[in-house]
């Protein structure tokens, strides 16, 4: 069956009202607000087909229809109204953003609380911590004839120290050896910059005590492993309780299970592609049936920087969240002389 403009609209009107309301929706009501001279009798066919299709759901046989995660999708992929950000959204916003020249940290860190508090739903920001950083320098402690500690100092407020276990006898001597070579190779060099060549030379410098690098390896790995790892923030998580869909207390434990899961969050948000936005309904599309989740990435100077989600119910104001999202994570993907321009 196909979904003509009739249905199309009958719909679209739906949906607008179900978000607004949150109320099963009449053919009764739906036939005072549309703007047509169809009756009572032919909107309930309408209506029926819509269910029919997958469009729509009937709870109980005498109670309204709301929409089903098939009728959403095709509302926010078809249907919804752009919506223009208010001179007061607008102000709101461009004060968390006008000062972003020298303080972006500081702005990428408050990105959810600023868009939970604009939309009054939940919202989760996900950064990139800083890649670009250097390796200073190796230090060695002579511990025994077997062991010693490797201390790892590098330009960003990140260092290791771990216990180096040798399968040769170990002095004082050959310790300094080590870490000289190490230096000489490796400091002064980023973090993300050690590559294959310097390993292998590396390798050969320290010739017979070259089994001990493995070992070393891994440590350089752990550090650019926690550089390149995310903050995440959630905000806003009581605006959940505002509505009526997490008042069901399996439902709210199932939500607060994947707000409180860092793992969960981050491969959700990062999995768009750059400066995307990304909308997910219910099971459909892998979440929770009573939720939908917005996701939009942002570049900072070409490079993707993280991304913020908006988490709320399936009959969340989409086009109100999309455009104060798009808005938001266009500025900061904006040179940063952009903002002043971007006023309203």
């Known amino acids: 069956m196909e979904l003509n403009d009739r249905k199309k609209k009958i719909l679209k009107l739906l949906v607008d009202n179900y978000i607004e309301t949150g109320e099963p929706i009449s053919s009764k009501f739906l036939c005072e607000k549309l ?82 508090a604009a939309t009054h739903y939940t919202a989760v920001s996900v950064t990139t911590k800083p890649k670009k950083g250097t390796i200073l320098k190796f230090d060695g402690i002579y511990i025994n004839e077997t062991n010693f500690y490797l201390v790892m100092i590098t330009s960003l407020e990140i260092g290791r120290s771990s216990q180096i276990w040798t399968d040769f006898t170990l002095t004082e001597d050959t310790v300094r050896f080590i870490i000289d070579n190490l230096n000489a190779e490796l400091s002064r060099t980023e973090l993300m910059h050690i590559d294959k060549q310097k390993i292998d030379r590396l390798k050969y410098k320290l ?3 070259s089994s001990v690098l493995q070992q070393i390896l891994k440590v350089v790995h752990d550090v650019i492993s926690e550089v390149n790892q995310y903050d995440v923030n959630v905000e806003g998580i009581s605006n ?45 599309d892998n979440v929770l049936d009573s939720s939908s989740f917005i996701i939009r990435t942002f570049n900072i100077e070409d490079k993707v920087v993280g991304a913020v989600g908006i988490i709320g119910p399936k009959r969340m104001d989409y086009s ?14 904006s040179p940063p002389d952009a903002p002043d321009d971007k006023k309203e």
Not at 256 to 281: V, Y
């Open 320 to 333: 109100g969240a999309i455009a104060k999202l798009e808005y938001v994570a266009n500025i900061l993907s």
């Open 35 to 116: 703007d047509t001279h169809l009756s009572s009798a032919t909107i309930r066919n309408e209506l029926n087909d819509l269910v029919g299709m997958g469009y729509l759901q009937q709870l109980h046989t005498s109670s309204g229809r709301i929409p089903s995660n098939a009728g959403y999708r095709e509302y926010v992929d078809n249907l919804m109204s752009d919506y223009r950000l208010t001179m007061q959204e607008l102000g709101f916003l461009n004060q968390f953003l006008n000062d972003r020249i020298g303080k972006m940290n500081s702005i990428v860190n408050n990105l959810a609380k600023v868009l939970s």
């Open 207 to 209: 010739g017979e005590f």
């Open 240 to 284: 959940l309780l505002n509505y009526p869909e997490f008042s069901d207390i399996a439902a709210t434990r199932e939500l607060l299970g994947l707000l409180d899961s860092k793992e969960e969050l981050i491969n959700r948000l990062t999995s768009s592609g750059d400066n995307s936005l990304s909308i997910f309904i219910g099971k459909n």
